[in-house]
Every structure is written in C-alpha cells, then in structure tokens.
C-alpha cells in the first residue's frame, strides 16, 4: 500500500504561482511513477503531468505545458508540481497518483485531493 497527502493548495489571483506537494508513505517511493490530475467542478478527472522513477521521463497535458513543472525528490518521499502563469480555468481539486509504471492513464493509488482556485 502507498498513502498519500497533498498539500499547497490555496486561492491565488490569475497570472500567480503555487507549487503543490505530495508525500508518500508505505512501500518505496522511488520505485513509482507519480502524476498528477484534477478535476474541474462538474467535469470528469484528468491528467494533469508525470514523472517516471528517478525523474528520467516527463509528461505533460498540453493545457499546461511550459506553464507547470512536476518534479521529485526520492529522499523525501514527494513529488512536486510548480503552477506558474495561473489561469482562471486551473481552478480545480488536484490529485497525486502513483503507480509502478508510467503512464497519462492508469495509477493505483490516489491521494484525496488539494483545492486550488484562480480568481480573475
């Protein structure tokens, strides 16, 4: 089993910055892939970015590519995501996954969600 806790979320005016965190407990962190998703009020989850064990390999939605970095640190059990350039249209409850392999679809486990807002 992998618990995980997101934090750093908050409301933050458009054109601002956050950076989101995940921690990992349980088996070893390092050998996940972790990713992030959100969800929108209303609208289905979706994929947001990931990384692959030892930070090799990046993934990107193409609504925040060049705007958001996901990264990791193995020795704290976290991954990261840094949100720059906030757009109205981020607002949404963001999710940490992991999973033993990489992928913009499939993870096992889930965290319970940050709540990020972005006023205009």
């Known amino acids: 089993q992998v618990q995980l806790v997101e934090s750093g979320g908050g409301l933050v005016q458009a054109g601002g910055s956050l950076r989101l965190s995940c921690v990992a407990s349980?088996?070893?962190?390092?050998?996940?892939?972790m990713a992030w998703f959100r969800q929108a009020p209303g609208k289905e989850r979706k994929f947001v970015a990931a990384i692959s064990t030892s930070g090799r390999m990046t993934s990107y939605a193409d609504s925040v590519n060049g705007r958001f970095s996901i990264s990791r640190d193995d020795a704290k059990n976290t991954v990261y995501l840094q949100m720059n350039s906030l757009r109205p249209e981020d607002t949404a409850v963001y999710y940490c996954?992991?999973?033993?392999?990489?992928?913009?679809?499939?993870?096992?486990?889930w965290g319970q969600g940050t709540q990020v807002t972005v006023s205009s």
């Open positions: 349980g088996r070893t962190f390092s050998s996940y892939a």
């Open positions: 996954a992991a999973d033993l392999r990489y992928s913009r679809r499939e993870y096992e486990y």
